[in-house]
């Protein structure tokens, strides 16, 4: 057996569980309809890992400033807003200040009000140290726009998912979260890049690929294979750590 000839201290390496060594915090970041939260709620799964989808709190302050009347422009109202609002994150629910808008958030019109609040910075300063709060332990696959590059430049391992626009909006106009087949393959396509170019555009911490981020373009790739890949590059870190 050729693993009997590698000098004790690989042998004990190699065959080291790889479900050992310390927590890691795993950021998967990339565009609206690329399977981040497929892919990051798998994983987080696989790791007994915690799964935080930062885009619900985005979405969460949105409704909760349509609930309360304060118009988007008023980034202080807003502000003030995301500062005291109270998140239960439990799974995948989402409640804010004790409103279950686990549903209520995944609608065309939350979607264009949780672009708007993403590009008022003063909320994105209180959103990210919340979110630095959630995953500072490790033990976190965190999911959103910038959670390589602002929340945890540090993360162990970085991961950017892409996809042709022409895919994500395929996927998300059959997305029953998002309350597939209702919308247009073309509204959805419109919506997916009026909010794109939002989100890459916008002074505070636009979406990029973090320089030392790993890209998976998954255009044209199945969701088996995707994740194939991603544990390839999770199971690699993982035994670096260990
Ligand atoms: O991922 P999502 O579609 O639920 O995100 C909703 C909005 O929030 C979208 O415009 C991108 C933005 N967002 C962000 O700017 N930063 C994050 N970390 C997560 C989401």
């Given amino acids: 057996m050729a693993a009997c000839r590698l000098p004790p201290s690989r042998a004990r390496i190699q065959y080291r569980p790889v479900n050992e060594g310390k927590p890691l915090i795993i950021a998967i970041d990339g565009p609206s309809g690329v399977g981040k939260g497929t892919v990051a709620r798998a994983v987080a799964r696989e790791l007994g890992y915690r799964h935080v989808d930062t885009g619900a709190m ?34 995948d629910r989402v409640v804010i200040d004790g409103h ?5 958030i995944r609608t065309p019109e939350i979607d264009r009000a949780a672009t708007m609040v993403a590009r008022l910075s003063r909320v ?3 959103l ?13 696959v965190m999911e959103g726009r910038d959670i ?7 993360a162990d391992l970085k991961i950017f998912l892409d996809a042709s626009p022409e895919e994500r909006a395929r996927r998300r106009a059959s997305d029953p979260a998002h309350g597939g087949g209702a919308a247009s393959l073309a509204a959805v396509a419109r919506q997916l890049e009026a909010r794109d170019t939002s989100d890459r555009t916008r002074a505070a911490s636009p979406l990029v690929r973090a320089h030392d981020a790993a890209l998976v373009d998954t255009t044209g790739v199945p969701i088996e294979e995707v994740l194939r890949r991603v ?10 750590s260990l």
């Fill in 148 to 154: 390589g590059t602002v929340v945890f430049p540090d």
């Fill in 100 to 104: 279950d808008v686990t549903q209520a």
């Fill in 58 to 91: 985005y979405r969460a302050v949105g409704w909760l400033a349509l609930h309360e009347g304060v118009p988007f422009e008023d980034e202080a109202a807003v502000t003030a807003l995301a500062d005291r609002a109270r998140f239960d994150l439990e799974g």
């Fill in 231 to 240: 544990r390839a590059l999770v199971d690699q870190r993982r035994l670096r």
């Fill in 128 to 140: 990210v140290a919340r979110q630095r709060e959630l995953g500072a332990g490790g033990g976190v």
């Fill in 124 to 126: 994105r300063e209180r």
